[in-house]
Nanobody
Framework: VQLVESGGGLVQPGGSLRLSCAAS????????MSWYRQAPGKERELVAN????????NYADSVKGRFTISRDNAKNTVYLQMNSLKPEDTAVYYC?????????WGQGTRVTVSS
């Protein structure tokens, strides 16, 4: 089982990034997918999630209207489009897959929002 995040980096406030998480080793289309983040000195928090079919999404209040989660089950990939980035979005972003009692995590990708 592997979840490999990519797309992180340094961006200026107001900028955009698109994170990707490529999955392998399990039946991706059966799993709900989520993005979490962990800022320095803070606990990991849920950013957004999407159901297995891609028909339902949820967002943390802090990112509503700025971030969009999506998935492509044909490519076994989930995305997080992040717009209007703020310094407080700086964190390591983690991909999570969950199906019943099974759960998998990626290694994380770092996002830094700074001028």
């Amino acid at each position: 089982v592997q979840l490999v995040e990519s797309g992180g980096g340094l961006v200026q406030p107001g900028g955009s990034l698109r994170l990707s998480c490529a999955a392998s080793g399990f039946t991706f289309s059966s799993y709900a997918m989520s993005w979490y983040r962990q800022a320095p000195g803070k606990e990991r928090e849920l950013v957004a999630n999407i159901n297995s079919a891609g028909s339902s999404t949820n967002y943390a209040d802090s990112v509503k209207g700025r971030f969009t989660i999506s998935r492509d089950n044909a490519k076994n990939t989930v995305y997080l489009q992040m717009n209007s980035l703020k310094p407080e979005d700086t964190a390591v972003y983690y991909c999570n897959a969950r199906f019943m009692y099974k759960e998998h995590w990626g290694q994380g990708t770092r996002v830094t929002v700074s001028s």
